[in-house]
């Protein structure tokens, strides 16, 4: 499969979410406890309902929070 980047769309799409909600790259402490803090809320919203439209949500920012773990936790 060989989807096309809409980049035009994509471009405002990805800067409203990011206003929006800490979807990126972890690269310091601050934003690490931002995003767990939106992954704590996110889970009190969703909690285990699958159907919900931000579920899949809850495992990219779990996602993102566990790469930074595991590039910042001492051995």
Do not use: C
């Amino acid at each position: 499969m060989n989807a096309a980047l809409d980049v035009e769309k994509l471009v405002p799409v990805w800067q409203a979410l990011r206003s929006a909600a800490p979807v990126s790259h972890i690269e310091s402490e601050s934003d690490y406890d931002r995003t767990t803090a939106f992954l704590n809320n996110l889970l009190d919203l969703v909690r285990d309902d699958a159907g919900h439209p931000l579920y899949s949500l809850i495992s990219v920012v779990g996602d993102l929070i566990e790469a930074y773990e595991i590039d910042h936790e001492p051995l």
